[in-house]
């Protein structure tokens, strides 16, 4: 079992920047990948980041967020984050903390983040 806490949403203006943050807990050792989603308004629930969990970690970003969006994972604290630059309207939804662990997804509760023009 994994949990997962995200911190970090709110309100921004576009250009202006957030750091998400993802407190994790429980079967550590079996995290194979973990990442951020996205829920916009109306849409699916697509990828932005993930990052593997072994070694220095190996990132895929959506096409939609590279050279703004940076995930970074902290071994040490537990956490993994991402941080969020020149933000645009359309990154707003619901941004979920996800693992792949022990052959099965773990979801957190999500956070919202609204960027207004």
């Known amino acids: 079992q994994v949990q997962l806490v995200e911190s970090g949403g709110g309100l921004v203006q576009a250009g202006g920047s957030l750091r998400l943050s993802c407190a994790v807990s429980?079967?550590?050792?079996?995290?194979?990948?973990m990442g951020w989603y996205r829920r916009a308004p109306g849409k699916q629930r697509e990828s932005v980041v993930t990052i593997t969990g072994a070694g220095a970690g190996r990132t895929n970003y959506a096409d939609s967020v590279k050279g703004r969006f940076t995930i970074s994972r902290d071994n040490a604290k537990n956490t993994v984050d991402l941080q969020m630059n020149s933000l645009k309207p359309e990154d707003t939804g619901v941004y979920y903390c996800?693992?792949?662990?022990?052959?099965?997804?773990?979801w957190g509760q999500g956070t919202q983040v609204t960027v207004s023009p």
């Open positions: 996800y693992s792949y662990a022990g052959w099965r997804d773990y």
């Open positions: 429980g079967s550590i050792l079996d995290i194979h990948l």
